[in-house]
C-alpha cells in the first residue's frame, strides 16, 4: 500500500486538533489520518471526545487550535455548505420529521431550496436494501432498523465522499445490526465512499474496520491497521480491550 500520507490517499488529515467547551478540554491535540476509501473504526470510552471530533470533522464546530483538512484542503478555508455535502453524518437516533419516508429522504435537498426526484429517492431505497413500497409510508410505522436505514439513505442524497456514523447500530437487534454492516461495507467497496465508524462494540471495530483510532480523555491514544485491537501496545488501551471483550 502506498503512503497514506499522500494527498490522494487521505480523506481528513487532523493536525494537533484540540476543542474546549468553556474550560473543559474535550479534545487534545489529537493528529491522525482517515485514509481515503477505507473504514476507519473509533473505539473508546463514553465521554473520550469521539462525538465532538465527528462534529469537528464535518465543520459543525470549528477547532480552537490545529487544523483539519479534507482531501488536501484546510476545512477553515471551505464553504461549510461544501464540507457538510461531502462529508455526511448519520448519528445513533435516526432523527425523523414526521411524515413520509419521501419527505425525510428530501431533507437535504428541501434545506437547499430544491426537490428530490422519486427516482432518486427509490434508487436511495434500494441502496440501502428497503422495499420500494416504503416510499409514501409514514416513518412511525416503521422499526428502528429501517429508520436507521432512512437515515443512512439521507446522508446519502448529497453524495457524500466520506461518511461518519455515530454509534448506529448501538440499539438495533441483531440481524437489523447485520444489515447494516454489510450496507456499510458495500457503501464502501462498491461506491468507495471512505467511512469513519464509532461503535462501542470491539468485535464490531474489529471485523469491519480497516484501520482503528483509540481515543481516551480526548486524546488519541493509538491508532493504525484494526488488528492493534488485538494486541494493543498501550497498556491503558489493553485495559480497556480487555474489559469490553470480556
Known sequence: MSDSHNH???????ENVSFSDGDISIIKQVSGVIPKGKITTFVGPSGAGKTTLFRLCNGLISPDKGE???FGESISTLEPTTVRRNVGLALQQATMLSGTVMKNLALPKTLKGESLDELTALSLLEQVGLDKGLLHRNVADLSGGQKQKISIARTLVNEPSILLLDEIT?????????????LIKKLNQENGVTIAWITHNIEQALSIGDYSWVMMNGSLLESGDSKLLENPKSPAVREFVKGELS
Do not use: F, G, P, V
Not at 448501538?170 to 454489510?182: A, P, Y
Open 8 to 14: 490522494e490517499e487521505t480523506a481528513l488529515h487532523l
Open 170 to 182: 448501538s440499539s438495533l437487534d441483531r440481524i437489523s445490526k447485520r444489515d447494516i454492516e454489510q
Open 68 to 70: 483539519i483538512r479534507l
